[in-house]
T-cell receptor
């Protein structure tokens, strides 16, 4: 089957670092992307990893290991506005992007 | 600012009605998609289109149809609305060369009563 698994919820403290993991089972896989969605809003694209390794964009970084079928999103210096749901996504064999069910990030002051 | 626009933010329709959800993008994207989002189920693909006049079924097409008469517009049609189609509907688009970069609309929250 084709699926992406991620934790349903993660809680962290303002100013800290949090990692959201994503493991996948897709055939013909060629990249992992991450989206952020605030309550009532649309998902917005955060990052994409086509190759193994770490991609950094400001406070957010994303990592991919294709040999382990695993990736993560790393959020540093957490701010209250980072409270949102985060989705990993990847293409399936039909070149359609499928999404994980999302991780709800709760940030405590 | 480039964007994907969904015609309605909230809709309430009666069971059995035919419902049209409209989506327009101004980025000259070839590919367009319709998802529904439900708590605990994430985003599920209903239909997609890789070009004008083309349409393909996604993972949950039953009870839905689509229309892509112009490149910028992709319409989702609920032939006979049912209460289990109450959901958030999200339209997205991307360039054909992109494997990852969806731009989403703000969503339409549809309630069928």
């Amino acid at each position: 089957g084709q699926s992406l698994e991620q934790p349903s919820e993660v809680t962290a403290v303002e100013g800290a670092i949090v990692q959201i993991n994503c493991t996948y089972q897709t055939s013909g896989f060629y990249g992992l992307s991450w989206y952020q969605q605030h309550d009532g809003g649309a998902p917005t694209f955060l990052s994409y990893n086509a190759l193994d390794g770490l991609e950094e964009t400001g406070r957010f970084s994303s990592f991919l290991s294709r040999s382990d079928s695993y990736g993560y999103l790393l959020l540093q210096e957490l701010q209250m506005k980072d409270s949102a749901s985060y989705f990993c996504a990847g293409p399936n064999r039909d070149d359609k992007i499928i999404f994980g069910k999302g991780t709800r990030l709760h940030i405590l002051p | 600012d480039v964007k994907v626009t969904q015609s309605s933010r909230y809709l309430v329709k009666r069971t059995g009605e035919k419902v049209f959800l409209e989506c327009v993008q101004d980025m000259d994207h070839e590919n367009m998609f319709w998802y529904r989002q439900d708590p605990g189920l994430g985003l599920r693909l209903i239909y997609f289109s890789y070009d004008v006049k083309m349409k393909e079924k996604g993972d949950i097409p039953e009870g839905y149809s689509v229309s892509r008469e112009k490149k910028e517009r992709f319409s989702l049609i609920l032939e006979s609305a049912s209460t289990n189609q109450t959901s958030m509907y999200l339209c997205a688009s991307r360039h054909s060369r992109d494997n990852y970069g969806y731009t989403f609309g703000s969503g339409t929250r549809l309630t069928v009563v």
